[in-house]
């Protein structure tokens, strides 16, 4: 309150936001009230026996009118810039905000009808054998076929599904759409893995267990990766019992982005993961960095002694692929051996392959 002159206000309107109303809002001293209200929740305040940390995002807008319900919608969506941007700053409203966000809210809304009218579809990247370069599985992923914008990758409108709630609809849509793929086509062979992401929010659905179980998930053709931020230093039962409920029904679970920072080597052995994928950051230096490769060699000995197969992520050149497979990874990822696609190609793919290993056999008839 020390803050601001006689004729200004300052008010509550709920919860933990507050305004503040200047009504001489020259622009030093609206900087000087946020640089006031900033500088004292720089410290910590007292809170009973203990010494609280506060942190402030604010939201700020001018207008010549009077109109105090433009200005408080304006304010708030700067304030929601403010929290997006990283929190614990302050942002002044412009014409910019209110177009990325009618952009976004139209994005979200195409969303919710692209997981409806089944644009949200997955595309399919091989993993190949270490040795033989030979495809022994895929990874799918999510690709929205945008009416207007063509075919979106997950950068797109993950944070979109993220924020509207949208994350378990999406896992739903691209799980159905992997076992339709699987289970119509005959030119999957049997022993390639398809790996299917689960985000930590479906890993924690208390019906995650039954939906499962309504799916007719064919025993040993599923891997369901699972982001390393999942498991911590500790699961709660209710992730236990999805684990094993999983498990149950014949899918792998494999730990993606492993080396990130995340994981524990005690979460690994609570998980007892079946493979896990190094993550790119950690394998693309390898041929500049000793320190790099000798960190990958030790994850790579680490997992092999828990007995877990190693995936390594953002292989994008055969030099990687031959360090790597020297080092005792199993399976290869990366644009070295392709780029995401739909099943299609991937099925031409695998018939192209079978023939000229000399195995036409593992091509069923259609």
Known sequence: MDAISAGDVAARLGGDEFAVVITEGESDKTKAVLDHIQRRLESPLPGGDQMLSVQCSIGVASAMSADFAKLLSQSDLALYHAKRNGRNRAEIFSDE??????????????????????????????????????????????????????ILAPAHFLSLALSNGLVAELDDVVLKAVLSDIQSSASLPEDIRVSV???????????????????????????????????????????????????????????DDLGSGHASLLGLLELRPDRVKIDRQLVMPIL???????????????????????????????????????????????????????????????????????????????
Do not use: C
């Not at 990325?100 to 997955?122: C, F, K, M, V, Y």
């Open 97 to 150: 905000m209110a177009s990325t966000l009618a952009n976004e809210r139209q994005l979200a809304q195409d969303l919710r009808s692209g997981l409806a009218l089944g644009h949200i579809r997955p595309f399919y990247q091989v993993q190949v054998d270490a040795k033989s370069l030979r495809v022994n599985g895929v990874e799918a992923l999510a690709r929205w076929d945008h009416p207007t914008k063509g």
């Open 197 to 255: 992401n689960l985000s930590a929010d479906r890993l924690d659905d208390p019906d995650l267990a039954t939906k499962l179980g309504g799916y007719d998930i064919p025993p040993g053709r599923l891997s369901f990766e699972l982001i390393e931020t999942i498991f911590l230093d500790s699961l709660s039962d209710r992730v236990r019992q999805n684990i094993r409920a999983i498990k149950s029904l014949g899918v792998d679970i494999e730990i």
């Open 288 to 366: 500049q960095s000793v320190p790099s490769r000798r960190l990958v060699s030790s994850l790579v000995d680490i997992a092999r002694a828990l007995d877990m197969e190693v995936i390594a992520e953002g292989v994008e050149t055969l030099d990687h692929a031959k360090v790597l497979a020297d080092l005792g990874v199993h399976t290869l990822q990366g644009y070295a051996f392709g780029r995401p696609q739909s099943f299609a190609d991937l099925a031409a793919r695998l018939e192209q392959e079978a023939l000229e290993f000399g195995q036409p056999d593992v091509v069923r008839a259609r």
